[in-house]
């Protein structure tokens, strides 16, 4: 029951006079808790007792400040201007909790990431490109013409040769699209849009575009992409060797490749690296130089129908270091698939209607 009272602070306790009763309570400060009083616009309510305890009720919050000046023992009862100060050291620790998790985010993941990539065994990134290719380029939409495809693959096994290392069993995949882009997934799974085929004026061309895209397969890079995504529980799963769990995240987030931008450093080592395939193998680098010239031009007259630029950007720099390590190279280059008439390379879709270029940017891989 409510009942008035006339409070008196003492050295170690509060008395408290009921005033229509007579009677007197003493509370030790040791026994008394505040459970009200914290905020601006709360009263002030100290409790004493167990479950059916006492509770004292007072209006004004300046009752806190001259209990905690005339008793120092009463330093835990604390008011609105302490609170305040409460509030802002826990914001700025939620702030500092928030900058850490960026930083990891940002610096800590990537690096996981790296790591674990290096990691993983090459027969579960065939399994995940292998996943991700029937996501992205199912088999109802693959040019299916064995004598022409043939004569990629031959282009294929002319630049290997530089990579006789290597553990990957790569294969080139053409899809009925017009849209201008090409992408390589974990394991060695490439894909070739027609589009992108169609624009190639001689072998040498599309020998420069397979030997940049089987570099970013020997350098991991799509693996590393979809491991940057990955949590941090997957990421220990891969750095402990647990590819169950890799495997099962790998292949729900396969279809997050469509949309990949290969970073600078990333498209610079590929650059650089597959023009040296290209001169290890024999081959012309000038095709690989005088493609990526033309994309630069066909992106700024269609830029609807070209993903290759977005998801390749070949910058004026990227362009003039490859000419200038082309220049310092071997030029002992020979003439792939002579006697070959090029033109011919392009029917490998048949010849059916061709796709509304409109359309082209619905192809997976080309944004």
């Not at 201008?180 to 061309?205: C, H, Q, W």
């Amino acid at each position: 029951m409510r009942q008035p009272a006339r409070v008196t602070i003492g050295a170690t306790g509060l008395e408290i006079l009921l005033t229509e009763t007579g009677r007197t309570l003493r509370w030790p400060f040791a026994g008394v808790r505040q459970t009200q009083g914290h905020y601006e616009g709360e009263q002030v309510r100290l409790e004493r007792g167990g479950e059916l305890s006492d509770a004292l009720l007072i209006r004004d919050v300046a009752f806190l400040g001259a209990l905690r000046a005339a008793a120092p023992s009463a330093a835990a009862f604390r008011g609105p201007g302490r609170r305040r100060v409460f509030a802002l050291v826990g914001m700025l620790a939620a702030v500092a909790t928030i900058a850490v998790a960026a930083a990891f985010y940002v610096w800590g993941i990537p690096g996981l990431a790296d790591v674990a990539a290096a990691r993983v065994p090459v027969s579960w990134e065939v399994s995940l490109g292998e996943a991700t290719m029937n996501e992205l380029a199912p088999v109802a939409k693959r040019c299916q013409d064995p004598e022409r495809q043939r004569r990629i693959d031959e282009i294929t096994t002319i630049l290997l040769r530089a990579a006789p290392q290597s553990r990957y069993p790569f294969r080139v995949i053409v899809v009925d699209h017009p849209v201008v882009n090409a992408f390589a997934t974990p394991g060695g799974s490439i894909a070739i849009f027609r589009g992108l085929l169609d624009r190639t004026e001689n072998a040498e061309e599309l020998a420069g575009v397979l030997a940049h895209e089987i570099q970013h397969v020997l350098h991991r890079d799509a693996t590393r992409a979809i491991l940057r995504q990955a949590s941090t529980a997957v990421l220990v799963a891969a750095l402990l060797g647990d590819v169950s769990g890799v495997m099962a995240f790998g292949v729900q987030s396969a279809r997050a490749l469509g949309d990949f931008r290969h970073s600078r450093e990333a498209e610079r080592a590929a650059d650089r690296d597959g023009l040296a395939m290209l001169q290890a193998s024999g081959v012309d680098p000038a095709g690989m130089l005088a493609f990526f010239r033309a994309m630069e031009k066909l992106e700024g007259s269609q830029p609807k129908l070209v993903g290759y630029v977005s998801t390749h950007p070949a910058s004026s720099e990227r362009l003039q270091a490859l000419s200038a390590a082309a220049a310092a190279g071997p030029h002992n280059a020979g003439q792939l698939l002579a006697g070959y008439d090029w033109s011919d390379i392009k029917k490998i879709c048949g010849e059916r209607a061709r796709s509304d270029p409109e359309r082209a940017t619905e192809a997976p891989g080309s944004r």
